[in-house]
């Protein structure tokens, strides 16, 4: 089982910040940003590579929830990122998204 599914499953504590039936958000451990949140669907998809019909439902519903979220933490502007693959940087293989602000950033992403 992945770090992710771990943490989905309460085997690993984390910093929820929200839960649903689909997704879990929570604080990262090591935060680039004043807030830095990962949003994880709650069925395992490897990564971005791995989204079909079957599966996508969960990645819109990601979508639709993000601005909640990110609200939740107080920001109305922030940075959404993923990582597919270790070239990009993609360090667990459960597909998520961070959720980065609370500080001014600048146009380059890297």
Do not use: W
């Not at 984390?14 to 039936?21: C, Q």
């Amino acid at each position: 089982m992945c770090i992710f599914c771990e943490i989905i499953a309460g085997n690993i504590p984390s910093t929820k910040v929200y839960e649903d039936d689909n997704i879990l958000a929570f604080k990262d451990i090591n935060p680039v940003a004043p807030v830095h949140i990962i949003v994880v669907p709650k069925v395992h998809i490897e990564s971005a590579n791995e989204i079909n019909s079957e599966n996508s439902k969960y990645i819109s519903y990601i979508f639709e929830k993000i601005s909640e979220i990110a609200k939740s933490q107080g920001i109305d502007s922030y940075r959404v990122i993923n990582n597919c693959g270790e070239d990009a940087g993609q360090t667990v293989k459960h597909l998520h998204f961070h959720i980065i602000g609370g500080v001014k950033m600048g146009e380059k992403i890297i």
